[in-house]
Nanobody, 124 residues
Framework: QVQLVESGGGLVQAGGSLRLSCAAS????????MGWYRQAPGKQRELVAA???????NYADSVKGRFTISRDNAKNTVYLQMNRLKPEDTAVYYC??????????????????WGQGTQVTVSS
């Protein structure tokens, strides 16, 4: 059993900052990559940023230069620092992980681990 627990969402004015955190716990053997997705009302879920175990990062064009993803491998935690927020950043933000879990002597890789989501609202 693996859990991803997010924190750090909230309401902020345009131009402000928020920091999201996501901690993975449970029967984790290794984590290949972690990332953040978001879904605004009436829109499809989209990738915001991702980071591999080696530190390689990938960002959506809409957040480049404003958002920074980082991770603490020792804590199985990924962070998303969001600066210069805009109203169009308003969405539910989901943490996701591609990891190898351990159960009864069996290792299983899956990229389908998700957190419960945290609301980010940016007012104009």
């Amino acid at each position: 059993q693996v859990q991803l627990v997010e924190s750090g969402g909230g309401l902020v004015q345009a131009g402000g900052s928020l920091r999201l955190s996501c901690a993975a716990s449970g029967s984790i053997f290794s984590i290949n990559a972690m990332g953040w997705y978001r879904q605004a009302p009436g829109k499809q879920r989209e990738l915001v940023a991702a980071i591999t175990s080696g530190g390689m990062t990938n960002y959506a064009d809409s957040v480049k230069g404003r958002f920074t993803i980082s991770r603490d491998n020792a804590k199985n935690t990924v962070y998303l620092q969001m600066n210069r927020l805009k109203p169009e950043d308003t969405a539910v933000y989901y943490c996701a992980a591609d990891l190898v879990s351990y159960y009864s002597g069996t290792l299983t890789e899956s990229n389908d681990y998700w957190g419960q989501g945290t609301q980010v609202t940016v007012s104009s």
